[in-house]
């Protein structure tokens, strides 16, 4: 095949329920994924009032077993993922030798020697290799299961009554950041109280084979309660509300964790070396000495709405750039995350704006994130 010849999507196995709901699909990270069913905005409305169904199975699952995994992945990333409980998760992050972030992920700990690590669509093959290639030496064996599993998130306040009624599980004792197994309409699940939404919520690992009986088991659960289906178009605006980073726009290979004002993640603390270990020792040092541009959260004074890539600027001068940038339902007006010098980084800080096709539009800069849900 030449290269000029376009790549064929990968299709999840609710695919032709999208198609039967409406949906409209789109090319994301190689998958063709539903970007939204009907309204956008009805969708996200939904999910932070009542509850929301997102088909997540582009995500990638790589799983990490053996008597070493947990050294595996302590030298491989990093957080110290040997200090996670059996049944419980971790957000991490993988870098380069450089400190540059390759992608940031959650680990599941399934077993004493068992992980299950899911990494973001665009980066699984990344990943991938780069567990396999620092595996070297270390008694585990890393395994790619990205068409072992289909992954439906429930999202929402009405979340946990839908999911009660479809099964055994004790969700009332399953934390956040949590996973067990347990049957989800009576088919076997990895049931985990994890989401990108700012809700309350879950996330089903399931065989691809019993995705469609699982989400329409949900659908049928959620009907009283007025759960919807929902594209990858409101969860961007679900997670920009939550302050919540996306690969690719508020974290990238030039930047380290502590760039993008998550150096928490990185623990120096645990024993033995890892990848990165000396180049982010020198990131901390320099963020302390010279703070970085900070990740801000701006909500618009006007109706403009800021895309990723618009300049930050004060005063005439360029001071930061935008991240992501979208109306806000929630709010009811645009709000964007940026980067900005760490001088007009408070909250409250006046005289910025961003310039949008040479207007600069004033914005009010504010702490992260936009929306927090009532507990």
Known sequence: MSSTEPTELRHTALDALHRSLGATM????????????????????????????????????????GP???????YALVGNIASVGVGRA?????CRADGGILDDLIVYRLAETEYMVVANASNAQVVLDALTERAAGFDAEVRDDRDAYALIAVQGPESPGIL????????DGLKYYAGLPGTVAGVPALI????????????????????VAVWQALTEAGEGVGLVPCGLSCRDTLRL??????????LTTSLTPFDAGLGRVVKFEKEGDFVGREAL???????????PRVLVGLIAEGRRVPRAGYQVVAGGTVIGEVTSGAPSPTLGK???IAYVDAAHAAPGTEGVGVDIRGSHEPYEVVALPFYKRQK
């Open 26 to 65: 789109t090319d994301f990270a190689g998958w063709d994924m539903p970007l939204r069913y009907g309204s956008e905005r009805d969708e996200h409305v939904a999910v932070r009032t009542r509850a929301g169904l997102f088909d997540l199975s582009h995500m990638g699952e790589i799983t990490v077993t």
């Open 68 to 74: 070493q995994a947990a050294a595996l992945l302590n």
């Open 90 to 94: 971790r957000y991490t992050m993988i």
């Open 164 to 171: 009660k009624s479809l099964t055994d599980a004790d969700l």
């Open 192 to 211: 985990a109280r994890t989401g990108y939404t700012g809700e309350d919520g879950f996330e089903l690992f399931v065989k691809p084979e019993h995705a």
């Open 241 to 250: 509300e939550a302050g919540m980073p996306l690969y690719g726009h508020e």
């Open 281 to 291: 020792t020198e990131a901390a040092s320099r963020a302390e000495q010279s703070p």
């Open 334 to 336: 645009p709000i964007a």
